[in-house]
């Protein structure tokens, strides 16, 4: 079952492999399954602690080697 859209908090565990979109500053990061989302890493984000949302799944994304 796909995840999209659905909002993960920082400190949880990505249920899918995709794009994660920051929800305080738009910046966007991909994740495998299972990785802790960490806080966001802008440097200009307002609020680097606020949710992780998945985007775009794995199929349709490059997962870095």
């Known amino acids: 079952m ?3 859209g659905v909002y993960r908090a920082v400190g949880s565990s990505a249920p899918d492999t ?4 920051h929800s305080a500053c ?3 990061e991909i994740v495998e ?3 802790i989302l960490g806080l966001c890493g802008n440097r200009n984000c307002p609020n680097k602690g606020a949710n992780w ?3 775009e ?6 997962v870095k080697e």
């Open 18 to 21: 995709g794009r994660y979109q």
């Open 26 to 28: 738009h910046s966007a």
């Open 33 to 35: 399954k299972g990785t």
């Open 57 to 62: 799944m794995a199929e349709t994304v490059a």
């Open 53 to 55: 949302v998945l985007q």
């Open 2 to 4: 796909a995840n999209i």
